[in-house]
């Protein structure tokens, strides 16, 4: 089953069967083209998103349920869901000056989660999102579109659409998106510093994406 965890950036391939799929030959084949944007794998009930920029892996987010994990402890959750089922995977094409901000979401905490707009008191979350000075981003969707609106220190700092490629600034009230009678938000909070998030990038770019498969691989298969 689909779930639109991030908007859809530049459509670049589909897989309707992962088994069929070398999954390590994908990530590395990303490195020399610079690749920047993001895979998302879709299961029956789970869905996992790894994010690249200039072709290095940034950020890995795997969701069970209302369980999520991030890092390399969802990418080895990922890798075992594929040992175990079949799943569907996208790719879409992002600008690089996006990414930072989707591995802001990635890592966020949920302060949030399902609400929906229309009963949503849109001033009164304004003034909140000022007066916490927040960091983070709402993430407003539905079954078929979702966007995200970014906040930095309480005040908008761009918008992602589905279908784009950059961060927008158009973050008008009365997006159609928003209008849908069924459109939900979540409210996620940068959970961390600088230092964390730096912490975090330099563990994704060490790890051996071949060694992680295989010792997964072996879990499953001897």
Sequence with gaps: MCRLIL??????????DSKRVKI???????????????????FDIDAGIVCFQDGHIVAVMFEHGTTRVCGREALLELFRELQRAAGVIKIYRLESELVPYL?????????ARGQLVRFLDAERLLTYLEHEQFDGCIRIYTKTEAALLFYGGGRAAGFFPDGASSLH????????????????YDLIRTAATDQDAAASLNTMYDINLEKEWLSVWHEFNV
Excluded at 103 to 111: A, F, K, N, R, S
Excluded at 174 to 184: I, K, T, V, W, Y
């Design 7 to 16: 908007p859809r950036g530049i459509a670049v391939k589909q897989f309707d």
């Design 103 to 111: 591995v802001q979401m990635c890592h966020g905490l949920i302060e």
């Design 169 to 184: 600034d158009n973050l008008e009230v009365e997006h159609s998106l928003a209008r849908e009678p069924e459109c939900r």
């Design 24 to 42: 390590p030959q994908i990530f590395e084949r990303f490195t020399p083209n610079r690749f920047s944007g993001y895979m998302q794998f879709d």
